[in-house]
């Protein structure tokens, strides 16, 4: 139950038959006003075989808003 909640929160094909709100925004697909507010992160990531973890680490400070000039110290730590 709980992905199927996760899978509709995080954009899902279940968006097209329920509406789901976070924080007063509606769901839309790629929404990013409203993901910048919330984190989901898959439990089995598809880039695993094929990135490195700086990459990983990379992207989810991108995708968490964190300024580029940033993101190598933040990545650092």
Known sequence: MLATV???IGGGPLLAVFQVTVCGHVVEPNN????????????????WPVI????HLECYAELR?????????VVRR
Request: aromatic letters at 4%.
């Open 32 to 47: 990013s006003t409203l993901f910048r507010q919330m984190g989901l992160s898959p439990q089995e990531d598809p880039l």
């Open 6 to 8: 996760l899978t509709v």
């Open 65 to 73: 808003g964190i300024p580029q000039p940033n993101v190598d110290t």
């Open 52 to 55: 490195t973890m700086k990459e």
